[in-house]
């Protein structure tokens, strides 16, 4: 059954959005119909009202034409499209303006993240219990036993990362966001939740984990689960939990392609900026430029940023070394001084002994950002960009032994230093 192209405009104007327009048309087509005898009529210089016709006036004609952007992210904007915009060209333009924002809406319900800090790339599921419920009890989402599969080292350090924040003095301010995850046994019942965060249970639970090695091991998604309900009942759903909410995009980079002065071979493509964020970075570097510049942070700390991305943390609960060069995203283009930042961390204790990054015996992280060069304070090799939407992170290095001097000789400013960073950005 077709509709024609002044049906589908007429059922536009007499409707909030396009799934109430689509069912106007297919549960009531006269009503419809009838509306667009009047609007011709009208036309005509009839005077005819058929008093049966509702009509929806619109707050600015053609709004979604000539502010999309604004229009499409209004929940009670009522739109009026011109007769000489057709049906798909309206979803095409909704298609367009929604596409990049996905990252910013749960999954499932498709409700903005109720613990969002700020545009990050992976789409997740959001933290309300119904949507939970739907992704850890319905399988809604990925597999964990894919991600094992496929990236077993990333895996690996997200348990690490997972691991060291909750067992950290500070896991009330770090570990963000907290699981929501439901009893199998009893869905009504949550073992763990934002609302009452227990610590000592997520950790014993963490430290139930088998080896990522085993685990990848595994002949099937049934075999390795098998293998995480034995260690633990709430093993498996944890896992599947840190997995996800990992909402960077991270992955191994090739061997071929490593920056060869930073010696270490735990080399990571970090990309944390939405399609939205990005694109707006992009246009400010066409305008002002760019340079590269390290962040250093202690590694209980990488399990929020990969999550929720680099904040400012100045005058916040989270400061940890102060804000001598006033408040901002602290980075430096010398390696050195952001390896001071990351302070070492020991490895925590575990019934495991195969995990290549939590069994080590001090582990330092440190990533290269790529940051606008606009408003940066810089003192000496300390620098301070104020603004967190000019910062974002484009590679990551683990060092998992306690000699990093090599690496710390690394210096963005240096001009074959960046032309590493630039051959690396663009092989990938």
């Not at 298609?95 to 800090?117: E, G």
């Not at 909410?245 to 991270?250: D, F, Q, T, V």
């Not at 283009?333 to 575990?350: I, N």
Request: charged share 20%; aromatic share 8%.
């Amino acid at each position: 059954m077709g509709f024609s192209i002044e049906m589908s405009n007429q059922a536009l104007k007499m409707s909030r959005d396009l799934e109430e327009a689509t069912n106007l048309l297919l549960s009531d087509p006269e009503s419809v119909e009838r509306a667009v005898k009047v609007s011709q009529n009208s036309k005509l210089g009839k005077s005819e009202v058929d008093p049966k016709a509702p009509t929806i006036m619109a707050d600015r004609i053609d709004e979604l034409f000539s502010s999309p952007e604004k229009a499409l992210t209004s929940d009670h904007t009522k739109i009026e499209i011109s007769s000489k915009y057709g049906f798909l060209v309206m979803v095409t333009t909704y298609l367009r303006f929604r596409m990049p924002n996905l990252n910013n809406f749960c999954v499932i319900c498709d409700q903005p993240h109720v613990f969002a800090h700020g545009n990050m790339l992976k789409p997740a599921v959001c933290a309300r219990e119904l949507c939970c419920f739907a992704f850890q009890q319905l399988g809604v989402g990925s597999d964990a036993a894919d991600d094992i599969a496929t990236a077993a080292e990333v895996v690996d350090l997200l348990v690490c990362f997972a691991t060291i924040a909750a067992a950290s003095p500070r896991n009330t301010m770090i570990f963000e966001p907290y699981p929501t995850i439901f009893d199998p046994k009893d869905p009504k019942k949550t073992i763990f939740h934002p609302n009452s965060k227990d610590f000592i249970q997520l950790s014993a639970v963490l430290s139930k984990f088998p080896s990522v090695e085993k685990m990848s091991q595994a002949k099937d998604f049934a075999d390795m689960k098998k293998q995480m309900d034995k260690a633990h009942e709430h093993a498996y759903s944890l896992l599947q939990w840190i997995i996800t909410s990992n909402r960077s995009h991270l992955v191994k980079m090739n061997s071929n392609n490593l920056i060869k002065g930073m010696q270490t071979t735990h080399q990571y493509l970090l990309l944390s900026a939405a399609p939205e964020k990005e694109a707006k970075f992009r246009q400010m570097k066409e305008k002002h430029g760019s340079i590269f510049a390290f962040h250093g942070s202690p590694i209980e700390n990488w399990h929020a940023i990969l999550r929720t991305g680099l904040k400012n943390a100045s005058g916040t609960k989270l400061q940890i070394n102060g804000a001598a060069y006033g408040s901002g995203i602290y980075l430096s283009p010398a390696a050195a001084t952001s390896f001071g930042y990351c302070r070492m961390q020991g490895s925590v204790a575990s019934s495991h002994s195969a995990n290549r990054f939590l069994d080590t015996k001090n582990i330092h992280c440190i990533a290269i950002c790529e940051v606008i060069d606009k408003d940066i304070r810089k003192n000496s090799n300390i620098w301070v960009q104020p603004d967190p939407e000019f910062v974002v992170t484009r590679f990551f290095f683990v060092f998992t032994g306690m000699d990093t001097s090599k690496a710390q000789a690394f210096n963005t400013e240096n001009t074959a230093c960046r032309n590493e960073i630039l051959a690396a950005l663009k092989s990938h």
